[in-house]
């Protein structure tokens, strides 16, 4: 089973970018994205739960990115994009119903895909 991720590019500050997420299979059931900005620690971004729709955001993207579900697949809508939202996303799952607390921790998901680059030019 695996996870690809695409939607990376490059584009100005306030501008939006649309990044996929899609399984080869109807394995997982928790979604989420994480980003990595170069010399940086990986950070949770947005997770959501396809059993009922549950969603975590962090502070820094609530307001601006939204995750929506897809058939075998998640969607994360990035507008009023930041030079800070610059980074290497990645897009991981779990076959699983994650509780809510865990979601934004890396180390619960046990499948990860490969990163798209997204560039925000100021």
């Known amino acids: 089973v695996q996870l690809q991720a695409s939607g990376g590019g490059l584009v100005q500050a306030g501008g939006s970018l649309r990044l996929s997420c899609a399984a080869s299979?109807?394995?997982?059931?928790?979604y989420g994205w994480f980003r990595q900005a170069p010399g940086k620690e990986r950070e949770f971004v947005v997770a959501?739960?396809?059993?009922?729709?549950s969603t975590k955001y962090s502070d820094s993207v609530k307001g601006r990115f939204t995750i929506s579900r897809g058939n075998n697949a998640v969607y994360l809508q990035m507008n009023n994009l930041k030079p800070e939202d610059t980074a290497v996303y990645y897009c991981?799952?779990?076959?699983?119903?994650?509780?809510?607390?865990?979601?934004?921790?890396?180390?619960?998901?046990?499948?990860w895909g490969q990163g798209t680059q997204v560039t925000v030019s100021s």
């Open positions: 991981a799952a779990h076959s699983r119903t994650l509780i809510l607390s865990v979601m934004a921790l890396d180390n619960a998901y046990d499948f």
């Open positions: 299979a109807s394995t997982f059931v928790t």
């Open positions: 959501r739960r396809q059993s009922d729709g």
